[in-house]
């Protein structure tokens, strides 16, 4: 059902008599009567203007914007005959309506007032043919969020004057419609916008029919770009359209700057990796897993989410990177979602939800995830409320396959249990220090550069063997950056320096916490019985539990 199919059936049912509309409010929307790409309120007013006739009531609007005077679109008449009799102007001297009505530009909370008792009037005059629908623009600038004692004495008027009018039986109870426009309700003063008589509907960024259809009147190929343009709204597009430069990598760009604009700097990056699960040295039983069960999962939609975990440096950003470029569809990397003003962390919040659902297919990559997502017992509310929706939108059943969650984490065992459960996190996949066949793999590798001796073999030299002990794919990779064009006695004189930090007992904590959590048993050990698994498994608990009694963790 569209937004205006809704907005419709609520005014005409009387389910609600105040109505904010939210999210893309701002974009142009084609109006099919006018045959024109209009804004919103025009398309509002063109579908919603109703002739009065015998058995039914017509329609009156009442168009508020900032900066300008109330605006009528109907029989002014009547409402100055409506005007003049419920107020009882009796001589010239008294203003008329058209008058006040000129005077509401100059004054916000004096048009508010007017507005309020042009609805009082309508409910009193008793030959009125019409009901009123008014429209405010910005409502959140008019009325925003803020402490009542930080308010301004005009604001605070402001929404005495709307919480009086919204809350008053007999408007409730009425004919009389407003609606309200502000990009979030959460933006709008929590008086008003908590009231439980207050409906809010979301007007969502086009669809790829609607791009499609705006895109054909600039004589492109439409299709395409209509398909690659999703999280554009219909003024971005026409921005991209305009520039004439209609290449894939234009529109990626103008997608990207969009949505980091609508967004904000430093919540959201856009991720390309350039190697896959063929650059990925060792990791042999991951790898094998990721292909055959992960991304066709990702990609048919059975699997919603995975968390990766594993010790620090044991390479998961790069594995899970190789992962987001064999998917092959847009990765966008969440950085942080929080803002340190006032209500503007749910607002960022709808931006993303409202920007992501316009996407065929994306995957949301999230670094350090435990310092991302806090809890819903704990925190300031501000942290509880984004920790509830983003745990919300997870497991949202009309975003599953569409929003694709790939979070990685050395600390697995911080991440909520919320979060962890199936069907947000239906995988934990945990990434583990080199051994064996993936060990020789990453001797190999690192040693590339090397200058050996003909017959020596790297899996059969104890003191190389013996200098990387307990190395982790980071720890190779540094070592390897250094050996390249040196024979082996350099390189072995420069291992023999090289000690690694005293993170050996954090790393181990941090390895049995992946493994306790993972979430398939063929990822952590090789073929044995589910009974021997659990004894396994209660072990790892048990080194937990006596490395957290020595502060460890």
Not at 125 to 144: F, G, H, Q
Not at 194 to 217: C, F, G, H, M, N
Not at 510 to 523: D, G, P
């Amino acid at each position: 059902m569209s937004f205006l199919t809704k907005l419709k059936k609520v005014i005409n049912t009387g389910q609600a008599r105040v109505i904010i509309l939210t999210g893309n409010i701002g974009d142009l929307f084609y109006a099919g009567q006018s045959k024109k790409w209009v804004p919103l309120m025009e398309l509002i007013s063109e579908e919603c203007s109703v002739e009065p006739t015998q058995s039914t009531r017509g329609i009156t609007q009442l168009l508020y914007k900032l900066n300008n005077p109330v605006e009528c679109r109907g029989d002014l008449s009547e409402l100055t005959r409506m005007w003049n009799y419920t107020t009882g102007r009796k001589n010239e001297n008294d203003k008329s309506f058209t008058e006040r009505i000129g005077e509401t530009n100059r004054n916000t909370t004096f048009a508010l007032e007017f507005m309020r008792q042009l609805c009082e009037c309508n409910r009193r005059y008793r030959s009125s043919k019409n009901n009123l629908l008014l429209m405010l623009e910005a409502t959140d600038m008019l009325i925003p969020e803020e402490e009542v004692s930080k308010m301004s004495i005009a604001d605070r008027h402001r929404v005495g004057i709307m919480h009086d009018w919204f809350s008053d039986p007999k408007f409730v109870d009425g004919g009389d419609t407003v609606i309200l426009f502000a990009e979030s309700r959460s933006k709008i003063h929590h008086r008003i916008a908590r009231l439980p008589q207050v409906v809010s509907i979301e007007v969502p960024l086009p669809d790829q029919a609607q791009r499609w259809a705006y895109t054909k009147q600039f004589g492109v190929s439409g299709e395409n770009i209509s398909a690659m343009s999703s999280g554009l709204s219909i003024h971005a597009l026409r921005q991209f359209l305009k520039s004439g430069d209609h290449s894939h990598d234009a529109l990626t760009a103008q997608v990207e700057d969009y949505m980091i604009s609508q967004l904000g700097e430093g919540v959201i990056e856009f991720k390309r990796p350039s190697h896959t699960l063929k650059d990925v040295v060792g990791a042999s039983r991951v790898k094998k897993f990721m292909e055959n069960e992960l991304i066709p999962g990702f990609l048919d939609g059975s699997i919603g989410g995975a968390a990766v975990g594993g010790p620090i440096g044991g390479g998961k950003t790069f594995i899970c990177e190789a992962v987001a470029a064999e998917l092959g569809i847009p990765v966008i990397t969440l950085k942080s979602i929080r803002s340190k003003w006032f209500g503007e962390t749910d607002a960022i919040f709808e931006r993303l939800q409202r920007l992501l659902k316009t996407f065929h297919r994306v995957v949301i990559f999230v670094d350090e995830a435990d310092t991302q997502f806090g809890s819903v017992s704990e925190g300031h509310a501000t942290e509880r409320r984004l920790t509830g929706k983003i745990q919300g939108m997870m497991s949202d059943p009309q975003l599953r396959g569409k929003v694709i969650w790939f979070l990685m984490t050395a600390r697995i065992h911080l991440l909520s249990p919320d979060i962890r459960r199936p069907g947000r996190m239906d995988l934990i996949i945990p990434i583990l220090d080199p051994r064996n066949a993936d060990r020789n793999e990453f001797l190999e590798w690192c040693f590339k550069g090397v200058e050996l001796p003909e017959g020596v073999l790297l899996r059969d030299h104890v003191e190389i063997n013996e200098l990387t002990r307990g190395y982790s794919a980071a720890s190779f990779a540094m070592l390897r950056a250094k050996l390249k064009g040196r024979t082996l006695d350099e390189a072995l004189t420069l291992a023999r320096d090289i000690v690694l930090p005293d993170i050996k007992a954090t790393r181990e904590y941090q390895a049995l916490q992946a493994k306790v959590n993972c979430t398939r048993m063929s990822l952590v050990v090789d073929d044995i019985d589910r009974k021997t698994y659990d004894k396994k498994r209660e072990s790892w608990g048990k080194s937990i539990k006596a490395m957290e009694t020595q502060g460890i963790g």
